[in-house]
């Protein structure tokens, strides 16, 4: 994102108050400007979290990317759309952040960019995923079973079924990460939110 001479102006200037209470229209004018240009932004900072799970194997067979990559890679090969490829690539995003919570640090990322199966999906799929091992690490491999009245149930079962579970072949021939940066740069690019929830 190029910002022009007006919008770069307005980057440079930072407000003065020292707590909310003192804040004025202008300075929230100038820091709405500011969100915008943090945003052009989110697509490298993605990119460069899932270049950091490039190095980390974690005792598995491929390293944390390379899973990523080969979810992506299958939903692909599989006519997966490209939102649904995007949540493939970055489910685990949050593995070398938060190990026992990165479902939720995955989700967190993607809710503003995906459809509501999309969010449950990448919220639940390392419950999901631990039907398939949950047995060997002394956990209920059934508890997926408690989101059973989901509309998202079955469609989350075959994420983990079809692409998650399978993804750890250090012999499968995934596509590269630069490969699927312009679904990543299409996805959380600025746009225009109005009416969209912030937190």
């Avoid at 995906?114 to 209920?140: C, E, R, T």
Wanted: aromatic share 12%; glycine share 4%; net charge negative.
């Amino acid at each position: 994102m190029t910002l022009d001479a007006s919008t770069q102006d307005k980057s440079d200037t930072r407000a003065k108050f020292t707590s909310f209470g003192e804040s004025t229209k202008a300075d929230w004018d100038n820091i709405m400007v500011q969100i915008e240009t943090t945003q052009a932004r989110v697509a490298d900072r993605l990119i460069e979290q899932l270049e950091y799970l490039r190095h980390d194997y974690g005792g598995f067979p491929v390293n944390r990317l390379e899973h990523c990559l080969q979810t992506a890679t299958r939903a692909e090969r599989d006519g997966r759309d490209e939102e649904y490829i995007l949540c493939a690539l970055v489910h685990d995003i949050g593995d070398n952040l938060s190990p026992y919570n990165h479902a939720a640090v995955a989700a967190a990322i993607v809710e503003p960019a995906v459809s509501k199966a999309n969010h449950w999906l990448v919220a639940h799929h390392g419950i999901f995923q631990g039907y398939f091992f949950w047995q060997h690490i002394g956990l209920d491999p059934n508890a997926r079973d408690n989101f059973r009245d989901s509309e998202y149930f079955d469609y989350t079962a075959e994420f983990c079924a079809k692409y998650d579970q399978v993804a750890f072949d250090p012999d499968y021939k995934s596509a590269p990460l630069e490969h699927f940066e312009p679904i990543i740069r299409k996805f959380f690019a600025p746009r225009d939110r109005t009416g969209e929830k912030i937190n």
